[in-house]
């Protein structure tokens, strides 16, 4: 058997079927032998037997169930053939292609969501704007334009606010914003 098949979508099929179809005549055969040996054992007494018919029963239930129990286990085998080839599908071979789906999906999902905030932050501007009272002349919708300069002198914009003690003076250091201490 070469290993290196089992690796591949048909050598693994092939292996499984043949281990599944094997396990699937193994549990008919032990299911056979275990009816043929109760009906046998049924038949059979053995010497010192005291309820004849009872014990019969019993024995041939006792042996029969060791051999329900192989005819079991065989066709549990079957299923995990089975189960083998669908889990190797399942994770080895198709996995590529669903998580090419998944990132496709994912990157699909963030389009959308970056569409709609983009839209919700546009129709969010819009209300502002036309909230914020639009003058007559403009339409509503539109985004104002800048104000003119007319609050700030264009040579030194920091004398346009007063300080807030003594503003009438003007400061040429940070000293000066600072009340002067004793000196010691």
Known sequence: MDINALFTDEGLRAFTATVRDQHVRDAQQYGQIADIVRRRLEQTPVEGDRWVWAAKKIR?????????????????????????????????????QRRAVAEAKKLERKNRQQAAVGAAVASSLNRTVTALGTPQEQAPGVVPQARSAEFVAPDNPWQQWPMAAGGERSTSTINDYFPKGEQG
Do not use: C, F, I
């Open 60 to 96: 041939a239930w006792k042996v029969s169930r060791q051999l329900k129990a192989m005819q079991k286990a065989s066709g549990e085998a079957a299923s995990k053939a089975e189960a083998l080839y669908a889990t190797y599908v399942n994770e080895v071979l198709e996995l590529p």
